[in-house]
């Protein structure tokens, strides 16, 4: 989110969408043999007249260079829309052949897909799977003894406390495998008053003040920050750079998490000259959003915040807050092979550190914790995450995305068409979510459509600015909501 002035610079699934059980096909097996594949099919959301769904496919025979899975329907159910994968349906069966940049699947190696379908009555998990002909989930060697439907089980009670975190499928979960869903608010103040020679935080970090967040039932607190303050670059005051600047961060991490709340850390200001299309400001340092974080400093910044966090997991890791070099590229393409390569981008005259780069230098470390990615367009833009999606070893990697009322894709069709699919493969967390009206109608929108889809956000933000032009959701650090903040804390409330 662009700041304020205080800060010195300023429809498929439709509203019936409720997340359901995960239905697996059994694996079956004579004698505890390993199955030429195994295919794991979910049903991640459902409602009256259709469903979302997802396969998770396992090759544990010889490698293949392309692959073909196929399936039956067998209640009439009628295939609409898939992603990775070419999706076909003939009659009752089905059928998803790789795509060119997925068809390679070696000894081992999974891939994953998705769709959604219509119906008109009963769902059942498709009776069997074929990867290239071959049946999967059974020893092709024997005849196997069908395992009994597993009578139902109770979830694993969420971890007290700030859970460490890990990604398993398209959900956060802590170590006990219970899902997380990460609802919260942002802190903003790091990312700019060290810069600005104001401090470290704008408003109290105290004790107290954290306590009142954990207040309004919030359980992750964002603490954006700068790079160049990190630091310690000669242009920060030193008692607000470097070593001082890091203590500061871990008190507050501290904290956060002594209230039982996931910290979330991220770099929101960077270095770099960038004076083309939305430039936020002509400084080279780090003084505004820049369109995509630098291959000079950003690189070290997660080195140095990574080897300060590596052994607490339950820490969060958000990458680069609003990346857009959509608005200073001439395609599509371009944009997206910026964000997850960087390198030289047109548009851009500083050597860019894509997504791919950063991942490397947090997994470097040795680091494991959940990363966050946001797409282009102010993290608004999703439509390519999946197919640009940069390879973290760890398998820890999470999409971000921001949304507010007056963003792009600001309404359910869009959700539906370009956030179903992403969060359908990983997990999604929205960490900002707001609007410049002094009011929460649309925010209610958001956490609806994400609450039917047990999906992650965080409001945009704890800080006393006036709600029509930050948007902030406080008017005071001991909780008290302005007319937008209190439809998140009511909302909050009531489910927490």
Known sequence: ????????????????????????????????????CTVEYSVTSSWDAGFQSSVRITNNQAALSSWSLGFDFGAGQKLTQGWNAKWSQ???????????????????????????????????????FKLNGTTCNVD???????????????????????????VSGNKLVDSGGATRRLLGVNRSGGEFACVQGNGIWDGPVDDASVKAIADWKVNT???????????????????????????????LVAKVKAHGM??????????????????????????????????????????SVANTF???????????????????TSTAAQAWTCWRDGGTCPGIGYEVAGMQDLIDAVRATGAKNVILAGGLAYSNDLTQWLTYKPTDPAGNLAAAWHIYNFNSCAGESCWNSTLAPVAAQVPLVAGEIGENTCAHSFVDRVMKW?????????GWTWNTWNCATGPSLISGYDGTPTAFG???????????
Request: proline share 11%; charged share 15%.
């Open 1 to 36: 989110m662009r700041h304020p002035p205080r800060s010195g610079l300023l429809a498929v699934l439709g509203a019936a969408v409720a997340l359901v059980g995960t239905a697996v096909a059994p694996v079956l097996t004579a004698s505890g043999a390993t199955p030429a």
């Open 90 to 128: 003939a009659g009752t069966t089905v059928t998803a052949a790789n795509e060119s940049y997925n068809g390679s699947l070696g000894t081992g190696a999974s891939v994953s897909a998705g769709f959604i379908a219509s119906r008109s009555g009963s769902n059942p998990v498709p009776a069997s």
């Open 310 to 328: 590596k052994g607490d997991q339950a820490v969060v890791f958000d990458l680069f807050n609003e990346p857009y070099p959509d608005r200073a």
């Open 221 to 251: 607190v964002r603490i954006p920050l700068n790079e160049e303050c990190w630091l310690g670059l000669s242009n920060i005051k030193p008692e607000y750079a470097g070593a001082n600047y890091i203590a500061a961060v871990k008190d």
């Open 140 to 166: 092709s060697g024997s005849t196997p003894t069908p395992t009994p439907t597993p009578s139902p089980t109770v979830p694993p009670a969420p971890e007290a406390g700030a859970p460490a975190l890990r």
């Open 262 to 303: 996931t910290p979330m850390v991220e770099l929101h200001w960077s270095w770099g000259l960038y004076t083309g299309n939305s430039a936020g400001c002509s400084d080279v340092h780090a003084g505004c959003q820049k369109p995509m974080p630098d291959m000079q400093y950003s690189p070290a910044f997660w080195t």
């Open 450 to 458: 994400f609450d039917d889809r047990s999906l992650s956000y965080l």
């Open 486 to 496: 209190i439809g998140l804390r009511d909302h909050l409330r009531a489910i927490g």
